[in-house]
């Protein structure tokens, strides 16, 4: 059973929404929602990257969101859009294997999935926003790696 990188990305969003909700631990809603599944080790292996690696790395992503959606509480977005930022946010800063592009694009795509009828452009707005710092920073990165 093959499943896409954005099946992936809904299963880790609705980890991330689950935690932001109940805080159960990330590795109780791993075991919830991935336990006596079967995914490819490929799809399992992204979605824990994207839900550990958001969990490890919440405080700074936060602050990204806080710069990017000026006069906007982290606490006033709502739950859905919240995490979509964090998903895209981490996989941003942290899955250099991932574009810029694609990255804007499936989180636009999970808002208008998932969202209000204004989230997608509300997500496009506020990762455009960051988003540019981030990509130069990943370029620095790999240039001294």
């Known amino acids: 059973m093959k499943l896409s ?38 799809t399992k292996d992204f979605i824990l990257r994207l839900a550990r690696g958001f969990s490890e790395h919440k405080d700074e992503i936060d602050r990204f969101i806080k710069k990017g959606a000026e006069n906007w509480s982290i606490d006033r977005i ?33 808002a208008k999935l998932y969202g209000a009828e204004d989230s997608g452009a509300f997500i496009n707005g506020v990762l455009d926003k960051i988003g540019k710092g981030i990509s130069s920073r990943k370029q620095e990165m790999r240039e001294i790696a």
């Open 78 to 110: 709502t739950a859905v859009d919240r995490n979509i930022l964090r998903l895209a946010i981490f996989e941003l800063l942290y899955c250099q294997d991932v574009p810029f592009k694609v990255i804007i694009d499936e989180a636009v795509e999970l």
């Open 5 to 42: 990188r954005r099946k992936a990305r809904i299963i880790a969003l609705e980890m991330l929404y689950q935690l932001d909700m109940a805080d159960g631990g990330v590795d109780n809603i791993i075991d919830a929602k991935l336990g006596g599944k079967n995914f490819p080790q490929n």
